[in-house]
């Protein structure tokens, strides 16, 4: 396959204006899968300027909410269309499983159904005024025009989380995917031109972070940033975004624990332990990545994982019984690497894994087999940094005071998981455990109606549920006299 693909802007499909393109690379045998735009400076600029216009003449955030929702609505269903073609195309780009990118596809359509209901449910409200002969009310009116920035991980996932909620809202947007993994977030604004988003709405840069990332969050007509990538980025966002205060959704990483208490039900701790790092070879923000496990049953669960693990089957995301892809890049799997032989220097144990697979027929793919830790302790830095790749860090515990002091020992907060069958146990946990989502007998699960955001350095705002809304709204108070009289104070 070798697809050609453009920019988005002001409802035209054009190239970069510099004429450069990029190749997209095939992680699992680095063929050459499309060319597509390099856009740079000049076409964010051009971007924003349509952006711009389209918010301030308010053809968009005037159309009724019920219109918007139905708009919304219509891109699910165009999501639902063509399922099959966007989840192959997501596992061409990223190399995640195509049962898993299905999946995906199927959340993806959630959000915007989900957003699409809320969209004519976002009214003010009266306010009880104080003043005699008076009307308060607070209405929630589009922030105006927003940058949008995705990671590489779940492109289209992380779009449709900004995109959706935005669209609802009557914002305008200017949407940068990652410059590794654009391919589906195309397909989506062909589908969102399909369902009659007008021009000028939504645009479409491609490119990379230094240029077109960074343009985007200093340039003062975007009015907002919602940015979701790691803590470095993050951070220099934040310091671009204050060149005109804009407002700032951050959702960072993760380095997230998951407490295994020796009452858990045993197999299904084990099971979700895995599925919880492993998915999607442990490039996930949320990957319960630190596992914090009771001493007395410490030595049978990391056996019981190593078994399991030695038993993957890493392949194609193509082949029915592959359980792991790649990594997405050569550069990334260098950094995973660099990650594994920190932890050995720091005198972690390697229980199993720790580098690439032999088998000839993955020599092509950026491959790198799963890997357990054991003897770890919260002051090696392979337990206080993100790998985002397949590797776990095994920590002991013997109180629960001391599984929760584990647990919150680190800059993030973005979630984290309890396994015990003694509920007042998990309930005293999650209160004092410091993270946005925290899961009680389970990992990993999220659903459009429940936010999804972080504590500490993972981040700020929430994404998804009707907080998610809430970062697109701005929030006026408008106050009416009913007997205006003189004040007669000057
Ligand atoms: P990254 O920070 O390298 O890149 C993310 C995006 O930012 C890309 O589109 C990139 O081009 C852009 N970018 C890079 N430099 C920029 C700059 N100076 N200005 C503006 N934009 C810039 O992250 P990544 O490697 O693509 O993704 C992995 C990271 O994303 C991990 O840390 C992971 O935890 C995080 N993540 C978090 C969540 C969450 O919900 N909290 C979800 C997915 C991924």
């Known amino acids: 396959m070798n697809l050609k693909q453009q920019q988005y802007i002001n409802g035209?499909?054009?190239?970069?204006?510099?004429?450069?393109?990029?190749?997209?690379?095939?992680?699992?045998?680095?063929?050459?899968?499309?060319?597509?735009?390099?856009?740079?400076?000049?076409?964010?600029?051009?971007?924003?300027?349509?952006?711009?216009?389209?918010?301030?003449?308010?053809?968009?955030?005037?159309?009724?909410?019920?219109?918007?929702?139905?708009?919304?609505?219509?891109?699910?269903?165009?999501?639902?269309?063509?399922?099959?073609?966007?989840?192959?195309?997501?596992?061409?780009?990223?190399?995640?499983?195509?049962?898993?990118?299905?999946?995906?596809?199927?959340?993806?359509?959630?959000?915007?159904?989900?957003?699409?209901?809320?969209?004519?449910?976002?009214?003010?409200?009266?306010?009880?005024?104080?003043?005699?002969?008076?009307?308060?009310?607070?209405?929630?009116?589009?922030?105006?025009?927003?940058?949008?920035?995705?990671?590489?991980?779940?492109?289209?996932?992380?779009?449709?989380?900004?995109?959706?909620?935005?669209?609802?809202?009557?914002?305008?947007?200017?949407?940068?995917?990652?410059?590794?993994?654009?391919?589906?977030?195309?397909?989506?604004?062909?589908?969102?031109?399909?369902?009659?988003?007008?021009?000028?709405?939504?645009?479409?840069?491609?490119?990379?972070?230094?240029?077109?990332?960074?343009?985007?969050?200093?340039?003062?007509?975007?009015?907002?940033?919602?940015?979701?990538?790691?803590?470095?980025?993050?951070?220099?966002?934040m310091q671009a975004a204050s060149a005109n205060v804009k407002k700032l959704a951050l959702e960072l990483g993760g380095k997230n624990p998951n407490i295994i208490f020796a009452d858990a039900d045993f197999e299904t701790a084990v099971d979700q332990a895995l599925n919880g790092v492993f998915f999607h070879a442990g490039q996930i923000c949320s990957a319960g990545t630190r596992l914090i496990v009771e001493e007395s049953i410490h030595d049978e669960f990391v056996s019981a994982l190593v078994e399991r693990v030695k038993k993957f089957k890493l392949g194609s995301g193509f082949d029915e019984d592959t359980q792991m892809g790649p990594l997405i890049s050569a550069e990334h799997r260098a950094k995973v690497e660099e990650y594994v032989e920190t932890g050995i220097k720091e005198g972690a144990t390697l229980a199993v894994g720790g580098s690439r697979p032999e088998d000839p027929e993955l020599q092509n793919g950026f491959f790198y087999l799963p890997t357990i830790f054991t003897d770890c302790t919260t002051d090696m830095s392979i337990v206080q940094d993100e790998a985002f790749g397949p590797v776990i860090t095994v920590e002991k515990f013997r109180e629960e005071e001391e599984a929760v002091k584990l647990a919150n020992d680190s800059v993030y907060g973005l979630a984290g998981g309890v396994w015990t069958n003694d509920i007042p146990k998990a309930e005293r946990c999650v209160k004092k455990m410091r993270m946005g989502t925290v899961w009680i007998n389970d990992f990993n699960l999220y659903f459009p109606h429940a936010p999804w955001g972080g504590f500490k350095q993972s981040g700020i705002g929430r994404e998804l549920g009707k907080l998610g809304i809430e970062e697109y709204t701005e929030t006026k108070h408008i106050f009416q006299n009913l007997k205006p009289e003189p004040v007669n104070w000057f």
């Open 12 to 237: 035209k499909w054009v190239d970069a204006l510099s004429g450069n393109t990029r190749e997209i690379i095939n992680p699992f045998n680095q063929e050459v899968i499309a060319a597509v735009p390099e856009g740079d400076e000049a076409d964010t600029k051009a971007a924003i300027a349509a952006a711009r216009k389209a918010f301030d003449n308010g053809e968009w955030s005037e159309t009724p909410a019920t219109e918007r929702g139905a708009i919304v609505r219509k891109i699910a269903e165009l999501i639902e269309r063509d399922k099959e073609e966007l989840a192959r195309l997501e596992s061409l780009d990223t190399g995640k499983t195509v049962e898993e990118s299905r999946g995906d596809m199927d959340d993806i359509a959630g959000v915007f159904r989900y957003y699409a209901e809320l969209a004519d449910k976002n009214g003010g409200e009266l306010i009880d005024s104080p003043i005699p002969n008076s009307i308060s009310r607070v209405v929630h009116e589009p922030v105006g025009v927003c940058g949008q920035i995705t990671p590489w991980n779940y492109p289209l996932l992380q779009a449709s989380w900004k995109l959706a909620p935005a669209l609802a809202t009557g914002n305008t947007l200017i949407m940068k995917p990652s410059e590794i993994t654009p391919l589906t977030t195309i397909k989506v604004f062909e589908l969102m031109e399909e369902a009659g988003v007008p021009a000028g709405v939504a645009n479409l840069v491609l490119g990379a972070g230094s240029t077109v990332g960074a343009e985007l969050s200093s340039n003062v007509d975007v009015d907002l940033i919602s940015f979701t990538g790691g803590i470095v980025t993050g951070k220099k966002i």
